[in-house]
């Protein structure tokens, strides 16, 4: 296959740390080529540099694009050229349409008067051909993400792409709507456009790739050529960590909990409406108990309530209360505001760690003593040395990849982000840890490291309620698993029971009990009653 794009030598240079060393890469016409590694590998950095976010001058090697050699010196001069990348954090106004959204800096206008007849047929088109079923007037903040991404292609559509990048596309999708997208990347290459797919859900590597470039340490380690069947994926993970992980999960020994000792947390008929729509109950009457020493996990679907459940008890951060009691030990605790909640021992680590986990423009230093500075601090004054040797220890003993406490964490890699969040809640000496999606945009490596840990504090007594989207991972690494839809738990597995399938049937209302279904139909009734009767 001939080449489209063709990267020689890229070496890139930051202070103290050389991110790529000596990269080459190859991608054909028409071809889905896969670029993975762990965390810190160097993949963003080097489609920084195809990008022109890193222009030309700032890195040595050569880039050769249908033919040509190119110095690219800007992203507008990569746009031109048809190289499109859209990140994993997605760059769309959410208060502008979708139409808007598309054509932003690329207006379609003469003499400066935009003809938004002429926006919103192609923007028909364009939606079309990702498949998205919006008008064009819609407000992007109304889209779920997984629309939001196909917005992001269509905007790179309207470009004239010839070479897509996509950086972690489906790392916040479900399983529907990352098939979706995998779909859709095929037929782009039916079309001639190729695709770069950055991921860590090697799965989907597997699916879709014709080529894959392995990167560790910054440098190209080795290129599969996948025309003769897909790739076993402990062949890419070998490559990708420079060992063998025999087994993805650790393992883990259930706690033998005691039949006399109370639950470290137990909440009872937990009831929550959103924040905007008082009629909308969003967790409706949710019981659970976490014992000391267990990992207790949270399956379901995208908007099934999981993590409004989780932030709504962690100092009811979202949504309005309406009803449920929270019990630590079997006592009940006041969680009414985050302070509450930190107070009585619960902690919550985000899904969203670069928005509400971490202060990135900060130091592991001060973001590690976040959640506990009377640990640090005398007569309200922050003790700079303690803090200092405080964030050393925890950089040691969670293996943060860092030379130094000082450096900024929106330096560090995914893995190593998570890693810090993790040492923060911990410096606060928490009894419950709510993990939301803990391993999200995570390499397998730096996974297995999180897991670890995790059963680190389950076998110190800790008890950890687990969120994740991931249905491997649950069944990897928790003792029982309730499952969530539409703001219910509408089941519970023991560990040796539960199955991929199971919890699917339950999701789907296989796993509820007539009076369950009775209740939350009355419910939803009394729901669209009280929002007709306000005129919604």
Known sequence: MDALLEMHGITKAFPGVKALDNVDIRVGHGEIHAIVGENGAGKSTLMKVLSGVYPHGSYDGRIVFDGRERAIRSIRQSEALGIVIIHQELALVPL?????????????????????????????????????AESPGTLVTHLGVGKQQLVEIAKALSKKVRLLILDEPTSSLNETDSDALLNLLVGFKARGISSILISHKLNEVARVADRITVLRDGGSVRAIDCSGGPIAEAEIIRDMVGRALNDRFPPRTAPALATDAPPVLEVRDWTVRHPQHAGRIVVDQVSFKVGRGEVVGIAGLMGAGRTELAMSIFGRSWGRFAAGEVLVDGRPVNATTVRAAIDAGICYVTEDRKHYGLILDETIRRNISLANL????????????????????????????SPTVEQKVMNLSGGNQQKVVLSKWLFADPQILILDEPTRGIDVGAKYEIYKIINELAAAGKGILMISSEMPELLGMCDRIHVMNEGRLVGELAAAEAT????????????????????QGQDRAQVQDRAQGQGG
């Open 374 to 401: 009377a640990g640090i601090a005398r007569r309200m004054v922050v003790n700079d040395h303690a803090e200092s040797r405080i964030a050393g220890r925890y950089r040691r003993q969670m293996n943060i990849k």
């Open 96 to 132: 502008l349409s979708i139409a808007e959204n598309i054509f932003l800096g690329n207006e379609c206008a003469e003499r400066g008067v935009i003809d938004w007849p002429e926006t919103f047929r192609r923007t028909d088109d364009l939606l079309a051909r990702v498949g998205l």
């Open 500 to 519: 991929q399938e199971r919890i699917m049937h339950m999701i789907v209302g296989q796993g509820r009990r007539p009076d369950q279904d009775r209740a």
